[in-house]
């Protein structure tokens, strides 16, 4: 009997390695596309199809609980992780890390989806991309508004863009935790006069939501997804281990 950890975030490895040293039997989960982190136990990479599906894997290993700590915009395993659970009737408790808040000298703009986006994006010169990959309807759409002006953009991902970017696109292959200095650094070099981004949330990136304020950069933010709710909820990642921590002791 043991825990199922749905990872891939840094606070998944941070509590991961928690469980660990208190000796709580635990699987981590990954999707594999970035790196493997480095845990004292069993780590499953690229999904459960490999088992048969995610419920046949969480009643054949004797799964007590899920834990799903996967990004807040991973909307699609967060929807198989509570769909399983009522399935199979083994509790679901998500960590859901809290949104960045706008602070007085910020200037962002709010966005319920890309396409809302795209408008906002014709007068700007040096666009900075930080949006996780596209898919190509998303690409062929912002190439109807910067395709073909001379200025370039970036467009940063931890992992080769999934499809090819437009001519006046630079990718550049960076992983956070970044640091607040090279954010500054890194948008004066490109004249960046416009962040696009997700709420994350989180400190591993914020770093460029500090440097844009410094800059007085407007942040383009795409809002979070409808939350998919689990049978537990917490957005305090020691009330989350606690929690954990305590409700093991009358699982196993």
Known sequence: MSILLLGGTADARKLANVLIKKNIPLVYSVAGLVRQPELDCPVISGGFTQYGGLENYLISEKIKVVLDVTHPYAVRMKSKAV???????????????????????????????WESLLPVLSDKQHIFFTVGQLVQQQMNQLKTVIEGRTKHHLFRTAVKPAISLLKNMQWQKAIGPFKSDDELVLMKHYQIDALVTKNSGGQSTIAKINAARLLNIPVLMLKRPKR???????????????????QWQHLK
């Open 228 to 246: 998919v709710t689990a049978n537990q909820v917490f957005n305090d990642m020691v009330s989350y281990q606690q929690y954990i921590v305590e």
């Open 83 to 113: 769909e399983a659970s009522n399935c199979t009737g083994i509790p679901c408790w998500q960590f859901y890390r809290p949104e960045w808040k706008p602070e007085s000298d910020d200037n962002w703009q709010l966005f319920d989806r």
